[in-house]
């Protein structure tokens, strides 16, 4: 049975090949007559889950030794409190807000700390990526925050922003949420990561964030105990009950990406490449026709959110319901944009996006 072609934003499609695995070890983890759902997070089955999560996520990012890889629960919009509740002292943080989240972000931080937005591009209603020669970047601010991919208005940053290179000594702290382990990340650049898992490593409930030694131990005393990631380190993610069910799969998704190859390249640079490749096909599908849109400008297009316009956009429901009929489910954009979104996580293989392209030129014929 050939399953249909999932564009979710997420929570979102997960390889086949982990679903078959999990459904596999369902009743019975390897011997050990429990489902992992039922183990003890401090038994030795969970530990040994835990730390090939750990070490294969570190392995495929290639994330350096002075870097701590954390599983916590709260997702993308706890974080956004958990950071500056972390990182900030109450002092000042400066945000480039590229669309909804980095928005998001900058008004929840702005309920702990001295929060000011370096740059924003709302005025062309979230198309572009300002000039980081234009941020206005404060010589106190204790850290800088972007969204590394805006999974709503489909904004991606093709390179991390060089913040030294600016005259900024502020570590650059990351949301990559919606495309972690979709390309590599450049952690020279990177004080901090964070990222729900539901989009390209899991499912929901499980949160990742990547954050370098010299950050830790500086919590405001308010911090919660649970969302300290001194104390998360310290207990190797495990102060509190982690999320054991999501690490568990992310941990099957960790190996199904080093198992990735695309000519000579494997695991993320595999994945790189492949996206790279749906992006541009179906970009070139929507920019060839006389029927779709995408307004965002060429150089920040995101490779895992397309949000896509019809021009009639009285055929919207007509379109939905014709992708539906042909096994290519949720398609419709965010509320606070409209139009149609189709995400291509690193689940989403070539052919799903070949369908979708299909499909789009059909119903662009029949008129
Ligand atoms: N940041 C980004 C970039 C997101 O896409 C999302 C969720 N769509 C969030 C944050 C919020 O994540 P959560 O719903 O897990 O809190």
């Not at 003890?40 to 870097?67: M, T, W, Y």
């Not at 749906?278 to 965002?296: M, P, T, W």
Request: glycine share 8%; with cysteine; hydrophobic share 40%.
């Amino acid at each position: 049975m050939q399953r249909p072609y999932n564009f979710s934003a997420g929570p979102a499609a997960i390889p086949e090949d982990v679903l078959q695995q999990a459904a596999s070890e369902m009743l019975d983890w390897r011997g050990s007559g429990m489902s992992v759902m039922e183990m003890s997070h401090r038994g030795k089955e969970f530990i040994s889950i835990c730390e090939k999560a750990e070490a294969d996520f570190r392995q495929l990012l290639a994330v350096p030794q002075n870097f701590h890889i954390l599983f916590m629960q709260g997702g993308g919009l706890a974080e956004n409190a958990i950071v500056p509740l972390n990182l900030s002292q109450g002092g000042a943080v400066d945000f480039v807000v590229t669309g909804s989240w980095s928005q998001k972000s900058t008004k929840e931080a702005a309920k702990f700390c001295n929060a000011a937005v370096a740059a924003t591009d709302e005025a062309q209603g979230f198309t572009h990526i300002p000039d980081p020669a234009s941020w206005k970047l404060r010589s106190d601010a204790r850290y800088v925050h972007i969204c590394s991919n805006e999974t709503i208005n489909g904004v991606e940053f093709q390179q991390l922003p060089d913040l030294a290179s600016l005259g900024c000594q502020a570590p650059l702290v990351i949301d990559f949420s919606s495309h972690v382990a979709s390309r590599s990340v450049d952690w020279s650049r990177v004080g901090l990561a964070f990222g729900g898992a539901q989009k390209n490593l899991g499912p929901a409930g499980l949160t990742l964030v990547v954050v370098r030694e010299d950050l830790l131990g500086h919590a405001m005393a308010m911090c919660p105990s649970a969302f300290n990631y001194r104390l998360v380190a310290d207990n190797q993610s495990m102060y509190n009950t982690p999320p054991t069910w999501g690490i568990y799969i992310a941990g099957l998704t960790f190996e199904w990406i080093l198992r990735q190859q695309e000519g000579a390249a494997s695991g993320v640079a595999a994945l790189e490449a492949r996206n790279s490749a749906k992006a541009e096909l179906l970009y070139q599908a929507i920019d060839g026709s006389q029927l779709y849109e995408n307004r965002v400008a060429r150089d920040c297009r995101s490779r895992m959110n397309v949000p896509f316009f019809l021009k009639d956009e009285s055929r919207n429901q007509a379109f939905l319901d014709g992708a539906k009929a042909r096994g290519l489910l949720q398609l419709k954009g965010h509320k606070s944009v409209g139009g149609m979104r189709a995400s291509i996580y690193n689940a989403m293989p070539l052919a799903g996006v070949q369908a979708l392209v299909d499909y789009m030129q059909s119903f662009e014929k029949q008129g």
